[in-house]
């Protein structure tokens, strides 16, 4: 282990930590008027900041008991398939979503914004943002790629994971600590960013799902072509 192994990990960190589950949806929360949001962001974060590393153990560990249960099945032809559907129907998907597409067609953009709740809404909200990232969080995945390469034995490479999912949970802390000694000053700042992130958004979700969806389709037609 070496502090440039380290060093380049906690910049990927902070990559991931600029991505709409992980900062997006916090600003959003942050700006809810009432107190009770406070813990409501903190089991966001903590769910968000759970399932990257519990994607990240399992890719460690190169998900090797569900390939020994499971492997011929996933390896079979109907799975394959199944993939490529997903696949395609994800890029397709983009295309509804695309807000320049939807302005030719007359129709008003799609607006994602978070919906705020008790503590299990906050929980699916959580689930649902890394699941929609997961597929396309090239730091996160260059991280683990890093690790693997390293060779770091597992007393080692578990808390540096542990640590790069608290990194990337720390933008929203820090704006939630200064909004509790400077909230006249943060929340116009705060409001700025909301909507710059409103008007942007919807593209930003169509390109997510135009790539997952590429991605998916071309790693399973090899297996298929003739």
């Known amino acids: 282990m070496t502090i440039g192994l380290l060093l380049a990990l906690a910049a990927l960190a902070l990559v991931d930590s600029?991505?709409?589950?992980t900062l997006g949806i916090p600003v959003y929360l942050l700006l809810a008027s009432e107190r009770a949001q406070t813990p409501r962001l903190l089991i966001y974060l903590a769910t968000v900041a759970g399932f990257y590393f519990l994607v990240g153990v399992a890719l460690m560990l190169g998900l090797s008991t569900l390939l020994e249960h499971f492997g011929e099945a996933l390896r079979s032809t109907p799975a394959y398939w199944a993939q490529f559907a997903l696949g395609a129907g994800l890029f397709a998907l983009s295309y509804q979503v695309d807000p320049k597409r939807r302005a030719k067609l007359g129709k008003p953009a799609h607006r994602f914004e978070p919906r705020v709740g008790g503590p299990r809404v906050m929980v699916a909200l959580a689930l649902t943002a890394g699941l929609l990232e997961v597929a396309t969080m090239m730091p996160y995945l260059a991280a683990v790629g890093i690790m693997t390469t390293s060779e770091l034995p597992a007393g080692q490479w578990v808390p540096v994971l542990g640590g790069y999912v608290l990194?990337?949970?720390?933008?929203?802390?820090?704006?939630?600590?200064?909004?509790a000694v400077a909230r006249s000053w943060l929340e116009p700042k705060l409001e700025r960013l909301r909507a710059w992130?409103?008007?942007?958004?919807?593209?930003?979700?169509?390109?997510?799902?135009?790539?997952?969806?590429?991605?998916?389709a071309l790693n399973a037609l090899p297996h298929l072509a003739p």
């Open 197 to 216: 992130m409103t008007k942007h958004t919807a593209n930003a979700v169509s390109w997510t799902l135009a790539i997952a969806g590429v991605l998916l």
């Open 18 to 21: 600029t991505s709409f589950g």
């Open 167 to 179: 990194v990337m949970i720390l933008p929203p802390l820090a704006l939630l600590a200064l909004r």
